[in-house]
């Protein structure tokens, strides 16, 4: 069973930075697209990133690009979260997934969620 365990979420600053963690298991990383979705208050959930190990592959969506950027640690079971530069509009919810094939499908493992707020 994957299990996703997400933490690191809190109240920031507009302009600094948080690091988000999910500790996950029942999976092996290199088989498996992991990544971070978001949802704010009053809209859709939207995909953040999503990286698959196997080739290397990562997409971001374009408000975070050169803000944000994801790493996992193998050895850990570890999937991080780098945010900075933040925003009030990066307030959201932040869930960490993991998923056979491709993030946000429909067979997509999500973890519990850690709220991020940031402050103008």
């Known amino acids: 069973e994957v299990q996703l365990q997400a933490s690191g979420g809190g109240l920031v600053q507009a302009g600094g930075s948080l690091r988000l963690s999910c500790v996950a298991s029942?999976?092996?990383?290199?088989?498996?697209?992991i990544g971070w979705f978001r949802q704010a208050p009053g809209k859709e959930r939207e995909g953040v990133v999503c990286t698959t190990n196997s080739d290397g592959y990562t997409y971001y969506i374009d408000s975070v690009k050169g803000r944000f950027f994801i790493s996992t640690d193998n050895v850990r079971n570890t999937v991080y979260l780098q945010m900075n530069s933040l925003k009030p509009e990066d307030t959201a919810v932040y869930y960490c997934?993991?998923?056979?094939?491709?993030?946000?499908?429909?067979?997509?493992?999500w973890g519990q969620g850690t709220q991020v707020t940031v402050s103008s």
């Open positions: 997934v993991a998923d056979p094939a491709a993030c946000g499908s429909p067979s997509t493992s």
């Open positions: 029942g999976f092996t990383f290199d088989d498996y697209a």
